[in-house]
């Protein structure tokens, strides 16, 4: 497999020569380009040496590695000969080049005439990592199906701390073996996910709902599609866009959540409950909007169905993971949802103060399996943390059918 290393200019892109072994480690021959920005920051010697191939520096006039000035169509027979492009750093400007088409050096240019699958991991600083233009960008680069690598938190170059941070090395590299298709473990499988809240209204106008953003549901969604998974999302409102080759099934109420769940499960394999469902509703809503009066106002709520307790009782052999949002006993907790719930494995994670993991693009959790095992896993984005829950739930799966 051959990838194309893109590397821009920001501090980090000292941190592209490891990947680069790290690329290569994992059977890529690797050849780099780097852009006028980023020789600021490290010198072409340092990938030519350490991949063995030529590093492109410009768009004309050259020098190759015999001496021969390169021809200037050079960044078609790259982009031709790659199976894959990864960028790292990925700047802000790159994004923004990569948007909206723009073509004024070899990297930018190549990437417009290559068509494989694109990896990029981007890195700045946070207030550019936040800035809409950015988002603006991310949002468009992933519709057109390219894998992004979200940044980590951490004390940036700047002195500033917040997301920004390179992810990685492991989790840039792993994603590209992904990319490629090297890793198609999930091939055969139909995997049936729930994400986001769920609405129950009070009225025609109101309604009661919690804090979820449907985050980690979607990367779940998008992990077990990139890795061969046929999909099937049940999805409470959020604010996100489907990812690539997924079914989405959108629903309000519990109650809808639960008719979805049910009229697929027969097909899944393997179904992840990531949804925060609410526990209760007003079984008879009113038709009419509720009137302020001077009065205390009570309202009786009613238990929703218990979807992961009932699907726990349909499962048969399916793999059935769920997860646990927590103030306090965290793995006690989850244990006792795995028990009463009849789950394989239940993802744990602590709720409430510094810990909300709500509508962070990052989780740190604790997955807690069937066969009294645990693995804590480290603070990662949500992209990752999915990537994880799949090894260790193919894992499990192995474990119970040795074990019958
Ligand atoms: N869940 C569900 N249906 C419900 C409530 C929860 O399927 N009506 C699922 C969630 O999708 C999640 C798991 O149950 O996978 C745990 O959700 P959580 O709210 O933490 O648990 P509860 O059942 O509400 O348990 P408790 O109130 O005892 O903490």
Known sequence: ?????????????YKAAELARALMERGFAVQTVMTA???EFITPLTFTSLTGQKTITSLFARESAEGTLASAVEHIGVAQGADLLVVAPATADLL??????LAGDFLSTMYLAFTGPVVLAPAMNTAMWEHAATRANLETLRRRGHVIVDPQDGLLACGTVGPGRLA??????GAAVEAVGL??????????ITAGPTREPLDPVRFVSNRSSGKMGYALAEVAARRGARVLLVSGPVALEAPAGVDVVRVETAGE???AVMERIEEATIIVKAAAVADYHLSHVPTHKMKKTAMRLSLELDPTPDILAEVGQKKGDRLLIGFAAETDNLVEEARRKLRTKKCDMVVANLVGGEHTAFESDEN??????STGETAPLKRAAKREIAGEIFDHALKLRLALHAAQ
Do not use: S, W, Y
């Not at 990685?168 to 590299?173: F, K, M, Q, V």
């Not at 890793?183 to 049936?192: F, H, K, P, S």
């Open 183 to 192: 890793r198609r473990d999930l091939e055969g499988e139909t995997v049936l």
């Open 364 to 369: 740190e959790v604790v997955l807690v399996m």
């Open 168 to 173: 990685g090395i492991d989790a840039i590299a």
């Open 37 to 39: 920005a980023a020789q």
């Open 1 to 13: 497999m051959r990838a194309v290393l893109g590397v821009g200019g920001g501090i980090a892109a």
């Open 96 to 101: 923004a080049k990569f948007a909206h088409g």
């Open 257 to 259: 959540m639960h008719d």
